[in-house]
């Protein structure tokens, strides 16, 4: 725990250099926080002579595809794919946007690309149009068609298998021949696309996987006759008639999935049989060059995940390994990683058996089955935290993990798979997010330093540096004053932003940044990530962040203490630390305390500003859920169970339980078009503070979920600078 001289020390030291314009809010909306211009999504080709990324300009979220070869140590500009299909102009298809609201994608341009197994075939899209690029000559070919989804590449290039109209095709490289492989697609059902549960709650975007000998393909098909329509209107718009998507609110009917098996020639499609009527959600599909189809499927409760290898000739499934949890299963560890390479379970390179992560034991370890599925033992040590598994080499003997000893950091080693030393590749302190694409000796480390450094760079196996990927980003005019400690009986994790100019011994209100959900950790080892706190705090406040019991990182059981009710157990938690921490930093004004936070944040920012006004004097709420008998069922019940099961956990857990008690000034925020946490939600909320005679204040914005529009971004920015102002008063 870092003493009070220490932290005096700290934001003394680094004041000198500070910026003095405190009107930051435009530069880091343009600048997208100042991560624009840095590469993203760096992958080595196979051979380990070159990366491919994209990257944008400082100021311009469009994604050009870049090569660096590593023995020259040179960039260039792989395919001017822009121009060649004019598509950045064209408008994206519904179903597109959907896409990539599930993905959380805001850039333009490319977004992704593939490699063939070989590296010489690359497949990009733009608005429907697919591209493959010839790598070693820069080549463009535009295949047939303009409103592809999900294209996947075939493993030796030859061909691309997309979805146009909710059906699967295979499109031939050379001549541009089309294969239609499904033919029941319609408004309701799909065939080669995730569905909704899959890409917005389980981390699986995919719907469609090759054969490793690109002879056959397995797809989702999803039946969404039975879940419930919703219809989004733009008001702003009244011409158009709304757009209509199938959402399963919790309690009611999830789709109807199925994995088939097809030929690429054509012909019939096989189909996996597991009891999807038990086990509705496909988690993860993988099918490796050695070793079978394999899926994991869950339960609706999410209690239990079994992992089944399919035989493609007769579909029939045979069970592998069953995990269980009382309360429920988290599947991924990557918790601190922005990019967790491979999906698990991951088969060995000769089919012997299979890695897989569990936590049953409190901490996420990587464990051993043997081919059968019967467990051998854990591969990573005790103590350590296990955080993705990035590579297996050829030999099948050495692991490349990311993870560490340290909660709030998160590095890259090599574990030997029969025992030995960990051994460290990059352990800077810090967030660290490899990927070695298809090879096994270059690895892109993606950084974001505890020294507040950024960037991205190519080791080899040794961890040694091979190059430094060239970023055009901005650098911020100065670095986030931050502070780490761990405070309060729960030994919460907190983060606390100085301003710039801090003057020991002088009052500051306080403004608490809260997520405080499942799958979100906030309080890190990467000062970078709080420019935006640090745009805030230099308008006069100290900035705090908690990590609440039920967030990740930590262990099981502190995951898992909101089970049943998803706020009584993080309010307290972040009153308790907000008290814990003034009592260290008696700066901190606790008669002038302001909440906010977006999404899951919004929703516990409205909590706390209508239940604990004798903490909290103004409160803003970003696309708060408000009923979670209106959010998705694969989020809603994973923590809260059935609605019919968990009633009293329900409305506990419901703003408009306690809508008539607001007694401060509280700003709600929402987008018209939210097809995740839906209008509705801040429409039932301001309803019921309307009836009970509270004020309120609304901003309504013309968007999503997400807010990318840089102007957007920087005025509702400055509204909330504004909104805290009039009440909490400091002094920049």
Known sequence: MIGRTALLMLVSLASAN????????????????????????????????????????????????????????????????????????????????????????????????????????????????????????????????????????????????????????????????????????????????????????????????????????????????????????????????????????????????RLGIVPVAGGPPRWAAWDNADYPYLARVIWPSRGPLTLVVLNRAQTEAIILAVDPDSGSTRELWRETDSAWLDLDASVLQGRQARPMPRWLPDGSGFLWASERDGLWRLERHRADGSLIGPVTPPGFRFGGLLDVDNDGRVLIVAGGTDRLSSGLYTIPLGGGPVLPLADQRGLHSGELGGGHGVIVDSYALADGSRGVRVLDRSGAKLADLPSVAELPPSAPQVSLLAVGGHDLDAQVVWPHHFEAGRHYPVLLSVYGGPTVKNVLAAPRRALAKQCLADRGYIVVTIDNRGTPGRDRAFERAVRGNLIDIALDDQVEGLHALAAQIPEMDLERVGIYGWSFGGYV????????????????????????????????????????????????????????????????????????????????????????????????????????????????????????????????
């Open 605 to 732: 920012a409205a909590m706390a500003t209508v239940r604990r006004g004798d903490v909290f004097q103004a409160g803003i709420a970003g696309a708060p859920v408000v009923d979670w008998q209106d959010y998705d069922t694969a989020y809603s019940e994973r923590y809260l169970g059935l609605p019919a099961d968990n009633r009293d956990g329900y409305r506990a857990s419901n703003l408009l339980t306690y809508a008539a008690r607001l007694e401060r000034p509280l700003l709600l925020i929402h987008g018209l078009t939210d097809d995740n946490v839906y209008f509705q939600h801040t429409v039932k909320l301001t309803q019921a503070l309307f009836a009970a005679g509270k004020p309120y204040g609304l901003i309504i914005l013309p968007g999503t979920h997400q807010l990318p529009e840089p102007e957007l971004r920087a005025q509702l920015d400055l509204r909330e600078a504004a909104f805290f102002e009039s009440v909490l008063h400091p002094q920049p």
């Open 18 to 257: 500070a910026a003095e314009s405190l009107d930051c809010s435009f530069d880091l909306a343009a600048t997208r926080n100042y991560e624009l211009g840095i590469p993203v999504k760096a992958t080595p080709v196979p051979d380990g002579s070159a990366v491919l990324y994209l990257r944008a300009a400082a100021r311009d979220p469009v994604q050009r595809l870049y090569q660096f070869d590593l023995k020259q140590h040179r960039e260039h500009e792989l395919a001017d794919g822009l121009a060649v299909a004019g598509a950045n102009a064209a408008p994206l298809s519904v179903e597109a946007k959907a896409q990539r609201e599930r993905a959380r994608v805001t850039a333009k341009g490319y977004t992704e690309f593939q490699l063939s197994d070989d590296g010489g075939t690359v497949l990009l899209s733009l608005a429907g149009k697919l591209l493959l690029v010839a790598r070693q000559t820069g080549a463009v070919r535009q295949l047939p068609g303009t409103d592809w989804l999900a294209p996947r590449l075939s493993p030796d290039g030859s061909s691309v298998a997309a979805v146009s109209g909710n059906d699967l095709s295979v499109i031939a490289a050379e001549g541009g021949q089309i294969t239609p492989l499904t033919h029941a697609g319609s408004a309701t059902r799909s065939n080669g696309l995730a569905d909704f549960i899959a890409a917005e709650e389980l981390d699986r975007q995919d719907g469609l996987w090759w054969s490793p000998d690109g002879r056959f393909l397995a797809f989702e098909e999803v039946d969404n006759s039975d879940v419930e329509p919703h219809f989004i209107a733009s008001p702003a718009e009244p011409a158009k008639p709304p757009i209509s998507f199938r959402y399963p609110r919790a309690g009611t009917d999830n789709a109807r999935l």
